[in-house]
């Protein structure tokens, strides 16, 4: 991985704005094209990734008032992306197919591998109803049910989800300008004209050039800031974003995202004489689905996932464990994302043991101050699409659908949000836009009249993702 601004060669230049896997996929595709000189600008303080990313073992935090040899800081812990899969795929040249391909690849690099038997499974109330495995003060605790589920088609890292995005940049030596935050404001901005589309990037006084194309690879309200004084009224219109935890079942008229807590805990249930969390959900689960518990939406034992890693911190009767709320939750008691209050941090991590407790149909206080050894709390302030949008005479199989680009502006945007909630829905989305730009140069890289795509002017809707809109956490189950 390099970090560079433009190049002087005379590849069309494209500075894509968010380091995530929409962005990374983007820049390994108009790399691969020989036609570009794509720069990714990402916000990663330490290394790329967005929501597939991962916490390492003494990587440096953020406030150095932090304790940089705590419990947790020991850890490869997964705090945001848990479960890669691969949507269905129905023949050679559509759907998915491209990112079977790269999964493929990750397998035989390593970098991923297959779900063992029995590993992921859900938990659900042994009663129909629920009553008692969700009733907060009932004494007459129900033990749930933990059962296995099919696993065949989904995946996890075996040195963190972080690992995709590192092998990404570097197998592709994607050209990376790391910790540099575009301002929502002004650093943007269009500077072209009509027969000559250009941009120019900045921040913090740091000019970084002008560029042929830009690429807005990321979502939420600084996507929105970012076009909003820009000529490029049409696309910018579609970055426009409602925060809700649902989307009526005909879509929505905007891009609809939720939030969602994420908690990992260090526990050592050495109180009472009580057992192993893993015990008490199954030793073979890595990953469980939480299906009755309204605040809570799944939870990963990441000692299990990633006990075997060479750098996992090994003690004794201690577990990592990784919970993610429901998105009613987190609006519930959402904050300000970059700096929580220290009593909304202690409250929601509180009220998210607790859900846990009643979720396995624990006795009140049996997670309690005692067994917590360490703790840290995130909130994803703009977590999961809940719609996608779906242009007018297109399907998620087709070529010219998932991404937008004006050609009149040279701007382009990618992500799951408009393809599928999920990792492969960004990779494949980014490898759609790329493509769909080289198909608009000559062989020897000259620019010529593109056709834009995917634009609300030429017709769409935005409709809702059944799968995220039933789990929560996007293209899972």
Known sequence: MTSSSQNSNSKPSVAIIGGGIAGLSCAQHLQSSGSYNPTVFDTGRLRPGGRCSSRYPNDKPKD??????????????????QILVVPGV?????????FQKQVDQWKEDGVIQQFPKNSVAEIV???????????????DKVAPLVRPIDSKNMYYCTDGFGSIPLNMATTNEIKIEQDVWISPS????????????????????????????????HNGKCADRLMSKTPAKDLHSLLKVDFRPTVPDWGGKKMTLNSIYSLTVALKMDGGGGENLSQVVGKDVITAFVKNEPNLKLITNQSNKLGSAST??????????TILSSAKFAKKYKGPQEN??????????????????????LEEGTIHEGTVKDSRLQLWGAAVPLNVWSPTGTDINSNNSGFMYDAEHSVGACGDWLLDPSIAGAWESGRRLANWMSSG??????????????????????????TAAGSGIGNVR
């Open 64 to 81: 150095r008032s932090q304790n940089q040899s705590s419990i947790l800081s020991q850890y490869t812990i997964d705090h945001a992306a």
């Open 90 to 98: 129905r023949g050679d040249n559509d759907g998915f197919h491209s």
């Open 125 to 139: 109330a042994k009663d129909p109803a629920g009553a008692n495995a969700n009733a907060a003060n009932n004494k």
């Open 186 to 217: 002004s650093g943007v901005k269009y500077v072209g004209t009509k027969t000559s589309p250009q941009w120019s990037v900045q921040t913090n006084g740091r000019k970084f050039g002008k560029f042929d194309h830009v690429i807005i690879a």
């Open 312 to 321: 996992q911190r090994k003690e004794e009767g201690l577990e990592v464990w």
């Open 340 to 361: 929580l209050p220290q009593e909304r941090v202690e409250e929601v991590t509180t009220l998210m043991l607790a859900a846990l407790e009643r979720s396995l149909g």
């Open 441 to 466: 140069l000559e062989q020897d890289g000259t620019p010529i009249d593109a056709v834009s795509v995917g634009l609300p002017s030429l017709g769409g809707e935005f409709k809702q993702s059944t």
